[in-house]
């Protein structure tokens, strides 16, 4: 908003006489008729890519500050920015012909995020006066001239920074009239498909974003898409800030745009055009941390710090949750340094450099799962039995390359097929099953946990005597 706005081990018994003992390494279960317990290996469902807007092109930025900003963020698990570029600053007197300054201070703020491994996602708009014949820079262009000018660009931005810029963004929040006069998505269809003509020139591989709507604007994406944005876009912006401003982002659809769960409407209406699977990024979030007096508008109300850090952590873990095609996901904004309270309570970094305790969390909130790995075969199995005995007691030692959380054991009655399974919790290394004179049976038994169960360690079979 700008303004405030991924063998088998053998054990052979008898009881009465104990007919033999062996215990060996199986490498299957399949003789013994075993499957792999039900539980499968757990999804390890990724955090998106946590990026933070980037105002590195604003004149109230210099090199120094730009260095301490981009260095805090990606100390601080940042893996992209988005960086707001005006078609104004770049050409500002005339289609063709780059501003030296502007052109300069673009390249300062791309190549010094890039070479932090900082992903570029640059947003283009704001409109040059020769284009529209304005002096609002927000005016989109229409006409087929300014229209053409804006592909020509596009062509050469993207050229300029192949490989460098990791998507193009075409516009800002064009569903709001305070950052595309009028707002309307038939014009921003053109300005869309424009862009990307030029954008998809220069660089093929690069993806095209579709502006961050205000909201989760449904009904004004899919106008758009309606009128000629389908297919031309490969990754869906949106920026889905809670109206009220403090709300939590986990609050349950209301039916309207206002809430971040209202993203299934959005993913139905790309469904229309066959684009439900495209990857959604919002391309700007978040709350602002000031106090709210009473009267505060709904949208300017703030929370604190506490709350911003819960919020972020809840938004990420209902898109791990619920959206899996929300790869990535920018917070509103970089630095903490306006007069506006508002505004500087979005900022996750101070005038000092320092990081604020959202930004701090940030890492460990978006931090990489370590996916569990599967528990080997018990290191030992053997089974016993007493004469006489009506019992047999299955032993068997722990594996050691992993954290076990329980065991499958069964016993199968091989000259008459029957299964008795048994669920044993971790700490347990023994059970007893109940058997008969003349039965011949084994034993199985495999460690389990959160990535599913491990190999079997497999008895020989023995005979009740």
Excluded: C
Aim: no cysteine.
């Amino acid at each position: 908003m700008f303004t405030p706005s991924e063998a088998r081990s053998l054990t052979r018994i008898g009881l009465v006489r104990v007919v033999g003992l062996l215990v060996a390494l199986v490498t299957a279960s399949l003789a013994f008729g075993l499957t792999a317990p039900t539980s499968a290996q757990a999804a390890v469902a990724s955090a998106p890519m946590f990026g933070v807007q980037f105002h590195g092109v604003w004149g109230n930025y210099t090199d120094a500050t730009r260095a301490q900003v981009l260095d805090t963020l990606k100390a601080n698990g940042a893996k992209t920015v988005r960086i707001d570029v005006s078609w104004r600053m770049l050409e500002p007197d005339a289609p063709g012909v780059f501003n030296s300054w502007g052109l300069a201070t673009v390249d300062k703020a791309i190549t010094m995020a890039a070479s932090r491994g900082l992903k570029p996602l640059v947003t283009l708009w704001m409109t040059p006066k020769w284009a529209t014949g304005s002096d609002n820079e927000r005016l989109a262009p229409t006409s087929a001239t300014a229209l053409n000018a804006l592909t020509d660009v596009s062509k050469r931005l993207a050229v300029r920074y192949n490989g460098k810029v990791d998507a193009w963004e075409v516009w800002n929040e064009p569903n709001n009239a305070d950052f595309m006069p009028g707002a309307d998505p038939v014009v921003y269809a053109k300005v869309l498909a424009a862009a990307s003509k030029g954008f998809k020139a220069g660089s093929p591989a690069t993806p095209v974003v579709f502006a961050g709507t205000s909201y989760v604007d449904d009904e004004w994406i899919g106008k758009a898409l309606a009128a000629g944005a389908a297919g031309k876009y490969d990754v869906m912006g949106v920026h889905p800030y809670m109206a009220v401003a403090d709300l939590a982002p986990d609050l349950a659809d209301d039916g309207t745009m206002w809430r971040m769960n209202h993203l299934p409407n959005l993913i139905n209406v790309m469904g229309k055009y066959g684009e439900a699977k495209k990857p959604i990024w919002f391309t700007e979030f978040g709350w602002s941390v000031h106090p709210t007096p009473a009267g505060t508008a709904n949208w300017a109300r703030g929370v604190t710090p506490a709350q911003a850090t819960d919020y972020l952590n809840r938004t990420v873990a209902l898109v791990k949750a619920k959206y899996p095609t929300v790869a990535r996901v920018y917070w509103y904004k970089d630095r903490a340094d306006s007069a506006d309270v508002n505004n500087t309570g979005y900022g996750l970094v101070l005038p000092n450099g320092k990081p604020t305790p959202t930004l701090t969390a940030a890492k460990a909130i978006f931090a990489a799962p370590v996916a569990p790995v599967k528990p080997a075969a018990p290191a030992s199995l053997t089974v016993t039995a007493t004469s006489k005995a009506t019992v047999a007691t299955a032993r068997w030692t722990a594996p050691t390359n992993a954290t076990v959380t329980g065991y499958t054991v069964q016993l199968r009655r091989v000259d008459r097929p029957s299964t008795a399974t048994t669920q044993v919790a971790a700490t347990t290394l023994t059970t007893n099953f109940t058997v008969v004179k003349g039965g011949t049976y084994q034993v199985a038994v495999a460690a389990t946990n959160a990535a599913g169960s491990g190999a079997y360690k497999v008895s020989a079979p023995f005979t009740v005597r």
